[in-house]
């Protein structure tokens, strides 16, 4: 799906917000990751354990919808949970 770069750092800007306003934000990073492609790039880590929760590079998409946006609170809060 082709996304114009002011599009991608919409979405990338928008779910940052959202999941820094997350309880949860003092343990996750959300890096962009510019490319030499133009649809650009984000990851959304677990920053104790680095684990990788969403990459749009590895095509897990821009999360747009609020059931995507659920559906990644629950796998952060899955993941934090599992290093308790």
Do not use: C
């Amino acid at each position: 799906m082709y996304q114009s770069p002011i599009g991608y750092i919409m979405y990338f800007r928008a779910l940052r917000n959202f999941l820094y306003a997350q309880p949860f934000a003092s343990s996750i990073d959300v890096i962009e990751k510019r490319d030499s492609r133009i649809t650009g790039n984000f990851e959304v880590t677990i920053l104790n354990t680095k684990e990788l929760i969403h990459s749009a590079r590895r095509g897990h998409g821009f999360l747009t919808s609020e059931q995507e946006k659920h559906a990644i609170t629950i796998r952060i809060e899955d993941a934090i949970e599992e290093t308790l």
